[in-house]
């Protein structure tokens, strides 16, 4: 089990295991159906707490789901319970979220797709369209081979650049906010302008 807290030095000579397929070094591991990449280790029982302007939370790993064929890692927020699923195959990072229709009151919610990050795309832009509309372009911006957060020095570091434009495509609107988030091999997500988010302590299973 790995602990890392501030004022320690993250090495990522996490010994790889179950190793599955040939992914570019990708895929590291298989847990009970849902594939464990080098940027998002959620394997069940991990924990990652952050510290943001909205406070300090907590995101546990539960049990994985299979949704429409497909199995996902289902992470849980403890500030305000809400619940997320990610996939990671093939080198494409996905995030699936559970939104209210835009279009009634009364029916169920429904599933959003959000690709995060993505292999090998250094320099590269892809597009997200939300159900609201809204557009988030999320850009590659480069690897970083050091990264320090909140005293601990991460290594092989992704940052990617989020613009949000509102509004659809035929009529958006000239304001627009811009975020960056950066992903550690072996860790995942570290520190966004996102609400000012850092990752303060993790535990990985």
């Known amino acids: 089990m790995d602990d890392v807290t501030p004022d320690e030095t993250l090495n990522n000579e996490q010994e790889e295991q179950n190793t599955t397929g040939d992914n570019g070094g990708d895929i590291v591991a298989l847990t009970e159906g849902v594939t464990i990449c080098d940027y998002a280790p959620f394997s069940e029982g991990s924990t990652f707490t952050y510290k943001g302007d909205a406070g300090e ?33 093939n080198g494409i990072y ?60 991460y290594e092989d570091v992704i940052g990617v650049q989020v613009k949000v434009i509102y509004g659809p495509h035929s009529q958006p609107t000239s304001f627009d906010n811009t975020f960056y988030y950066w992903y550690a091999k072996d860790v995942g997500l570290i520190e966004t302008t996102n609400g000012n988010i850092q990752l303060q302590s993790f535990t990985i299973n």
């Open 57 to 89: 939370y907590t995101i546990n790993v539960l049990s994985a789901e299979t949704i429409n064929g497909t199995d996902y890692a289902v992470l849980e927020n403890s500030l305000d319970g809400s619940v997320k699923y990610y996939n990671c195959e």
């Open 94 to 153: 996905t995030e699936l979220s559970y939104v209210p229709n835009p279009n009634t009151t009364s029916g169920p919610d429904v599933a959003e797709y959000y690709i995060y990050l993505q292999e090998d795309m250094a320099g590269e832009s892809w597009e997200n369209d939300l159900t609201n509309e809204d557009q988030h372009i999320v850009t590659y911006l480069e690897m970083e081979p050091y990264r320090g957060v909140n005293n601990v020095t």
